[in-house]
């Protein structure tokens, strides 16, 4: 999982990770400007260190979620916790019984084609729903950054629970690919060492998927070079 440190005259942390230690403490190694948080989506691998910031951003499709709770029993998120992120063993600092999944009010709710402005930065907020109602990806365009959350990435992409919408995921794929200058794609999950091509291969798997009425929850997993889908 990875989150994502912007600097400008103040800063934009994208996403705070799993909550298995204090991601506070490290930006505070980094910089001392007052810290806004953007949430991609409201996924509890996304928003495990919420509680440690008081200036939280959601799409306004997920400010139930992050006020009520996500749809998720917590005894399957603290299973996923212990078998996912660990090679070996959680840091000494983690109690997963303690472990709780973070629910609270944003301070900022966010609709499609937003600006954060952290001073010398402009981050365009993109509504792209499908692996979540609410996703977010966030694009700078001076510099053709642009973070696809959960969208885009190498390894198996999840439009399968019941919260996702396949037809809605293909649509923000449409979306993602109508942006004329990206240089760098910077996922949530697994390798950065992403190339930008990905975006219209992925394009044409979901248009294939789509004319061959396979775009639909359960039809399987396909797998491809670069990534798989699973439905």
């Not at 190694?29 to 996924?43: D, E, G, Q």
């Not at 966030?138 to 190498?154: K, M, P, R, S, V």
Request: proline share 5%; net charge positive; aromatic share 8%.
């Amino acid at each position: 999982m990875h989150s994502y440190l912007l600097i400008g005259t103040s800063a934009l942390l994208i996403d705070t990770g799993l909550g298995i230690d204090n991601i506070k403490e490290v930006i505070d190694t980094i910089t001392n400007l007052p810290i806004k948080v953007v949430t991609t989506h409201v996924h509890w691998d996304h928003i495990g260190g919420h509680h440690l910031f008081s200036h939280i951003s959601v799409h306004k499709n997920e400010v139930n979620w992050l006020k009520e709770g996500i749809p998720i029993p917590l005894d399957i998120i603290k299973r996923n916790i212990m078998k996912e992120p660990f090679l070996k063993e959680p840091p000494k600092s983690f109690n997963i019984n303690a472990y709780k999944v973070y629910t609270g009010n944003p301070k900022r709710v966010l609709h499609d084609q937003n600006i954060i402005d952290i001073g010398s930065r402009k981050i365009k907020v993109l509504h792209t729903p499908g692996h979540s109602p609410g996703h977010i990806c966030l694009y700078e365009e001076e510099t053709g950054y642009l973070f696809t959350g959960d969208l885009i990435y190498l390894g198996t992409l999840y439009a399968f629970f019941e919260s996702t919408n396949p037809i809605h995921y293909k649509q923000s794929i449409d979306k993602i690919n109508q942006i004329k200058l990206i240089n760098k794609i910077l996922p949530s999950h697994n390798s950065l060492n992403i190339k930008t091509d990905i975006l219209s291969e992925i394009q044409i798997v979901f248009n294939d998927l789509e004319k061959r009425s396979l775009l639909k929850h359960g039809t399987g997993t396909f797998k491809y070079k670069k990534f798989s889908l699973k439905l």
